[in-house]
């Protein structure tokens, strides 16, 4: 039977505004539909509840479907065109809301209509009322690397900032309860310094995603954040029991927490740099040893159940997760690589199928077309022992690449989990007065229950099932590609490939290799097509000794065919591109002009540009406002071929210095794959934002009313602090009441 009894006035706000049709997961009706039939359990009445979906009741497709599972051995085609072509897309539909009781009708996900029912009901609440803000959707993160995140609402964003005005109407003593699953919720756990009597649940940092953003999550709707609150709700009726029961249910990289760990970690960082203290010490000098506290136990079930080993310092987790953000980024280099050789490959078999299966608008056929091509690629693979083995091999190598990477992304998670805990043991039982009655606030607010709880068993959960944690380095060492250190071009014409140049301290260079030669076997295994030179060096294990065929040039005396031989070296790792607030590394750019200095005391604008790209052209004019505006030096950055360039510049004019990035270290650092690209080096030489693509202004905060600083917290925890000018100040009132 439906309890009836509630324990306080309920208004709930359910907002899941999707972005856009294609981008809309069926998996976010799923959640709604979730909670609405919660709420109608819980007897809360249908009129009490505000649902704003995607577009409303718009006849139009608000959602994408997918129908059917993925094909077996799909990998053979994925990448290539064939799958991009074959494979039946998303079914796009309009969604209707009849389950749960609820009463209707849905409205549209846009600012306006929020600000519209906060108008209308938040004069109506009192005291002894509670506003549960329910979030299902995609998020976006502060562009200058802050607190101030946003919500996708339909067709646009709905920021940290915005919300703090817009609940305005509510009145200040009115409990505020926010429930968000969104990418980079986090962000909205700062609202508490606006409104004294609101808390919340968080699916992820401010600089996270969540796992309701992953694509995987368009073909499962039963994991995540928000699937895991609404059982542990349930259950529990109050939101810190809920949370803490998702820790350890929600097997995704989500990073779950508390308005109350937020503003528990504040303030211990804010006391332990007023004391001049590093702030990891100053928490572990403040961990209780008493093992019988019941939080000891959670974390040790934590640990145990995702691989972290023995979790006993704040300042352990913290290099737990540096050691992992390192393997990610060095796994992520190797799986590039075996994922472009991989690709390639298949992509030279896959091309000649396009011209015998065609794309069917219907579709079934797409799918019966898709099957055909996973099946004729499978036979053409399996025609050439060779190619077949070589392809086994590179995508043995992406799968098990996946898989870590997957792992790591858990373990992380898992260990950023764990530094709240720890946060909490430590407790505010050092800080002031007003920091402890705080802090006591929110935890009442958090636990007071939304409903009464239900009789039912709190799930079982499975053991452990991950590998140690100590062991991820290791793997990710075993995954490191073999290395020759030469640049080549394929010469398909005579077969093998010819030597161009050679990369520093490269096992080329100790040869006896020159540039112009032929390569035209490995290990006497001949190279007679694209990209099989690059495969057999990926494959050779670091320490391996191979033998080249090479082909001589008539100069110098040396022409005929000779046997070079190399040791493999591993693959060297490049240097980590910056995040915000990070230095820039030395860009190795080669200048038409003199450049201005970088990180030398003024901002710097890189401007990635290409002489016959529109965009880039039509954004000169404004580029150089900004940067007057803005006080800012502007490096105009091409690796296109400097007659171009010059000629570009003699016709055209170009008021900006240009430098070549004639080793691609500049657009490999910045992800340079389109142009135009923007990215703000700050005058310390740390980046302060990034942007991309030019329709009518420039991608970057604009410099009269968005201060840029990069953050200043430790790398445990990302920044909880409000940012500058986001915020409202709160109101002279009391500590809250509920």
Same mark, same amino acid.
């Given at each position: 039977?439906?309890?009836?009894?509630?324990?306080?006035?309920?208004?709930?706000?359910?907002?899941?505004?999707?972005?856009?049709?294609?981008?809309?997961?069926?998996?976010?009706?799923?959640?709604?539909?979730?909670?609405?039939d919660l709420l109608e359990q819980r007897g809360v009445p249908p009129d009490d509840v505000a649902v704003f979906w995607a577009d409303g009741v718009d006849p139009a497709p608000d959602r994408a479907v997918l129908r059917d599972d993925p094909l077996a051995e799909s990998w053979r085609i994925a990448g290539t065109r064939l799958e991009s072509e074959l494979s039946p897309a998303p079914t796009l539909e309009n969604t209707?809301?009849?389950?749960?009781?609820?009463?209707?009708?849905?409205?549209?996900?846009?600012?306006?209509?929020?600000?519209?029912?906060?108008?209308?009901?938040?004069?109506?609440?009192?005291?002894?009322?509670?506003?549960?803000?329910?979030?299902?959707?995609?998020?976006?993160?502060?562009?200058?690397?802050?607190?101030?995140?946003?919500?996708?609402?339909?067709?646009?964003?709905?920021?940290?900032?915005?919300?703090?005005?817009?609940?305005?109407?509510?009145?200040?003593?009115?409990?505020?309860?926010?429930?968000?699953?969104?990418?980079?919720?986090?962000?909205?756990?700062?609202?508490?310094?606006?409104?004294?009597?609101?808390?919340?649940?968080?699916?992820?940092?401010?600089?996270?995603?969540?796992?309701?953003?992953?694509p995987e999550l368009a073909e499962r709707t039963d994991v995540g954040h928000f699937q895991r609150m609404v059982a542990a709700l349930e259950r529990h009726g109050s939101l810190a029991t809920a949370h803490d029961e998702v820790l350890l249910t929600d097997d995704t990289p989500d990073t779950p927490h508390l308005t109350s760990d937020v503003m528990l970690f504040e303030a211990l960082d804010e006391q332990a740099l007023? !004391?001049? %203290?590093?702030? #990891? =010490? +100053?928490?572990?000098?403040?961990?209780?040893?008493? *093992? /019988? $506290?019941?939080?000891? @136990?959670?974390?040790?079930?934590?640990?145990?159940?995702?691989?972290?080993?023995?979790?006993?310092?704040?300042?352990?987790?913290?290099?737990?997760?540096?050691?992992?953000?390192?393997?990610?980024?060095?796994?992520?280099?190797?799986?590039?690589?075996?994922?472009?050789?991989?690709?390639?490959?298949?992509?030279?078999?896959?091309?000649?199928?396009?011209?015998?299966?065609?794309?069917?608008?219907?579709?079934?056929? !797409?799918? %019966?077309?898709? #099957? =055909? +091509?996973?099946?004729?690629?499978?036979?053409?693979? *399996? /025609? $050439?022992?060779?190619? @077949?083995?070589?392809?086994?091999?590179?995508?043995?190598?992406?799968?098990?690449?996946?898989?870590?990477?997957?792992?790591?992304?858990?373990?992380?998670?898992?260990?950023?989990?764990?530094?709240?805990?720890?946060?909490?043991?430590?407790?505010?039982?050092?800080?002031?007065?007003?920091?402890?009655?705080?802090?006591?606030?929110?935890?009442?607010?958090?636990?007071?229950?939304?409903?009464?709880?239900?009789?039912?068993?709190?799930?079982?959960? #499975?053991? +452990?099932?991950?590998?140690?944690?100590?062991?991820? *380095?290791?793997?990710?060492?075993?995954?490191?590609?073999?290395?020759?250190?030469?640049?080549?071009?394929?010469?398909?014409?005579?077969?093998g490939v010819l030597v161009e140049r050679f990369e520093p301290g490269s096992p080329a260079l100790a040869g006896s290799l020159a540039a112009g030669d032929r390569i035209v076997a490995v290990n006497d295994a001949p190279i007679r097509r694209d990209g099989a030179f690059r495969e057999a060096a990926l494959l050779a294990r670091p320490g391996e000794r191979v033998a080249l065929t090479v082909r001589r040039r008539g +100069?110098?005396?040396?022409?005929?065919?000779?046997?070079?031989?190399?040791?493999?070296?591993?693959?060297?790792?490049?240097?980590?591109?910056?995040?915000?607030?990070?230095?820039?590394?030395?860009?190795?750019?080669?200048?038409?002009?003199?450049?201005?200095?970088?990180?030398?005391?003024?901002?710097?604008?890189?401007?990635?540009?290409?002489?016959?790209?529109?965009?880039?052209?039509?954004?000169?004019?404004?580029?150089?406002?900004?940067?007057?505006?803005?006080?800012?030096?502007?490096?105009?950055?091409?690796?296109?071929?400097?007659?171009?360039?010059?000629?570009?510049?003699?016709?055209?004019?170009?008021?900006?210095?240009?430098?070549?990035?004639?080793?691609?270290?500049?657009?490999?650092?910045?992800?340079?794959?389109?142009?135009?690209?923007?990215?703000?080096?700050?005058?310390?030489?740390?980046?302060?934002?990034?942007?991309?693509?030019?329709?009518?202004?420039?991608?970057?905060?604009?410099?009269?009313?968005?201060?840029?600083?990069?953050?200043?917290?430790?790398?445990?925890?990302?920044?909880?602090?409000?940012?500058?000018?986001?915020?409202?100040?709160?109101?002279?009132?009391?500590?809250?009441?509920?």
């Amino acid at each position: 039977m439906p309890s009836t009894m509630l324990l306080a006035a309920l208004k709930v706000l359910i907002l899941a505004g999707g972005g856009a049709a294609e981008d809309n997961h069926h998996s976010h009706k799923v959640h709604v539909d979730a909670l609405l039939d919660l709420l109608e359990q819980r007897g809360v009445p249908p009129d009490d509840v505000a649902v704003f979906w995607a577009d409303g009741v718009d006849p139009a497709p608000d959602r994408a479907v997918l129908r059917d599972d993925p094909l077996a051995e799909s990998w053979r085609i994925a990448g290539t065109r064939l799958e991009s072509e074959l494979s039946p897309a998303p079914t796009l539909e309009n969604t209707v809301f009849e389950g749960g009781g609820f009463a209707g009708p849905v409205q549209p996900a846009s600012r306006l209509a929020l600000q519209g029912w906060l108008a209308r009901q938040g004069p109506q609440l009192t005291a002894d009322d509670t506003l549960l803000i329910a979030v299902t959707d995609h998020g976006e993160p502060d562009p200058t690397g802050g607190t101030n995140t946003s919500i996708s609402l339909w067709g646009e964003h709905w920021t940290v900032g915005q919300m703090a005005a817009d609940l305005a109407p509510v009145p200040q003593t009115t409990r505020v309860v926010l429930w968000m699953s969104q990418c980079f919720s986090g962000g909205f756990a700062e609202l508490h310094h606006n409104r004294p009597n609101l808390c919340g649940a968080f699916s992820a940092h401010p600089d996270r995603p969540a796992y309701g953003c992953y694509p995987e999550l368009a073909e499962r709707t039963d994991v995540g954040h928000f699937q895991r609150m609404v059982a542990a709700l349930e259950r529990h009726g109050s939101l810190a029991t809920a949370h803490d029961e998702v820790l350890l249910t929600d097997d995704t990289p989500d990073t779950p927490h508390l308005t109350s760990d937020v503003m528990l970690f504040e303030a211990l960082d804010e006391q332990a740099l007023a !004391r001049g %203290r590093d702030v #990891a =010490r +100053a928490l572990d000098g403040g961990l209780p040893r008493d *093992a /019988a $506290d019941p939080l000891w @136990a959670r974390l040790s079930r934590l640990a145990a159940r995702y691989g972290l080993g023995a979790v006993r310092t704040y300042g352990g987790v913290l290099k737990l997760i540096d050691d992992l953000d390192r393997a990610r980024y060095a796994l992520g280099v190797w799986r590039g690589a075996w994922s472009e050789a991989d690709g390639f490959a298949r992509t030279r078999i896959a091309e000649p199928l396009l011209r015998v299966l065609r794309p069917a608008r219907d579709g079934a056929e !797409r799918r %019966r077309q898709q #099957a =055909r +091509a996973i099946a004729a690629m499978g036979e053409l693979i *399996a /025609a $050439d022992s060779g190619l @077949a083995e070589r392809v086994r091999r590179l995508r043995s190598k992406v799968e098990q690449a996946d898989a870590l990477a997957a792992r790591i992304d858990l373990q992380e998670a898992a260990a950023i989990r764990a530094a709240y805990l720890l946060v909490r043991l430590v407790g505010p039982g050092g800080l002031s007065a007003a920091q402890q009655a705080r802090y006591a606030a929110l935890q009442r607010c958090e636990s007071t229950p939304l409903w009464p709880p239900a009789p039912t068993p709190s799930p079982v959960l #499975a053991p +452990a099932h991950l590998p140690p944690v100590s062991r991820v *380095a290791g793997e990710v060492e075993a995954l490191r590609p073999g290395w020759l250190g030469l640049t080549y071009r394929d010469a398909p014409r005579h077969r093998g490939v010819l030597v161009e140049r050679f990369e520093p301290g490269s096992p080329a260079l100790a040869g006896s290799l020159a540039a112009g030669d032929r390569i035209v076997a490995v290990n006497d295994a001949p190279i007679r097509r694209d990209g099989a030179f690059r495969e057999a060096a990926l494959l050779a294990r670091p320490g391996e000794r191979v033998a080249l065929t090479v082909r001589r040039r008539g +100069a110098r005396g040396r022409k005929g065919t000779e046997e070079v031989p190399l040791v493999v070296a591993p693959m060297p790792l490049p240097v980590r591109p910056p995040g915000i607030g990070q230095p820039v590394p030395a860009l190795g750019l080669t200048p038409l002009d003199a450049l201005p200095g970088i990180g030398q005391g003024r901002r710097t604008l890189l401007f990635f540009w290409e002489p016959a790209c529109k965009p880039c052209i039509e954004a000169l004019p404004a580029l150089a406002v900004w940067a007057d505006a803005f006080d800012a030096d502007v490096i105009a950055i091409t690796d296109a071929p400097p007659a171009t360039v010059r000629r570009f510049v003699r016709r055209r004019g170009l008021a900006f210095p240009v430098a070549f990035d004639e080793t691609g270290e500049a657009r490999r650092l910045f992800a340079v794959e389109r142009r135009p690209v923007f990215a703000l080096i700050g005058p310390d030489g740390a980046l302060l934002a990034e942007g991309e693509g030019y329709t009518d202004r420039i991608p970057l905060p604009e410099p009269a009313v968005e201060a840029l600083a990069p953050p200043t917290a430790p790398p445990s925890l990302p920044p909880h602090a409000p940012p500058d000018g986001s915020l409202p100040a709160p109101p002279p009132v009391g500590p809250p009441t509920d």
